[in-house]
């Protein structure tokens, strides 16, 4: 039986008509032994997480790769932490996390820890990566914006239902296509996305 992977990725935002995230789900073809579940997810406080989970509780998916972009960045970044903190800033929609029009953070879920690690294979992710002669690297900071969100929120999914299942994020850096002077060749993002799901999972 394949497996089953919730695969999501983020509409632009910032003012960017591209999201290398986005183009790297929607043009990924589904490994060998896996079926792809592929979700755009709204750089928006509150609906974003939402969606995640009401795909999750519908398709029981084995694994939940998000990715996103962190514009900046020259590697893949594999995120290993994910803080309970919706930082003080506006979404796609111009709303803060509390709601408020003025700045304020606010804890993602005040009955869960202050943060939990991702239950993904990052190692062998980061091995398969770097065999591939992509830059890759680890972060222990996914931010305070959505991706740190949904990342927390997954995370805290998997806690609650006594989960087992490698939940995790990956970081892609800005694309050719954005102009920007630090950047990675599109198929290259995508080809990174696609070695992190095969390797998701501990000791296959």
């Not at 690690?117 to 972060?139: C, K, M, Q, V, W």
């Amino acid at each position: 039986m394949n497996k089953k992977i919730l695969l999501t990725c983020f509409e632009p935002f910032g003012g960017e008509s591209i999201n290398p995230s986005y183009e790297a789900v929607m043009n990924l073809s589904s490994p060998d032994g896996m079926e792809l579940i592929k979700t755009v997810l709204p750089v928006e406080w509150g609906t974003s997480a939402e969606k995640l989970i009401s795909i999750w509780e519908k398709t029981s998916p084995d694994a939940v790769i998000m990715t996103g972009l962190a514009g900046g960045a020259d590697k893949i970044r594999i995120e290993r932490v994910g803080i309970n903190l919706c930082g003080a800033v506006k979404d796609n929609r111009g709303k803060y996390p509390s709601g408020e029009e003025s700045p304020c953070e606010t804890p993602i879920d005040r009955a869960m820890p202050v943060a939990f690690f991702s239950t993904f294979d990052y190692a062998s992710i980061l091995r398969g990566l770097r065999a591939e002669n992509i830059p890759a690297t680890y972060s222990f900071s996914a931010g305070t914006y959505i991706c740190n969100y949904v990342l927390f929120s997954a995370l805290a999914k998997n806690h609650k239902d006594k989960g087992r299942i490698p939940i995790g994020f990956i970081h892609v850096p800005y694309s050719e296509a954005q102009g920007k002077a630090v950047f990675m060749k599109q198929a290259d993002i995508t080809r990174a996305v696609g070695t992190a799901i095969i390797n998701a999972f501990t000791g296959d």
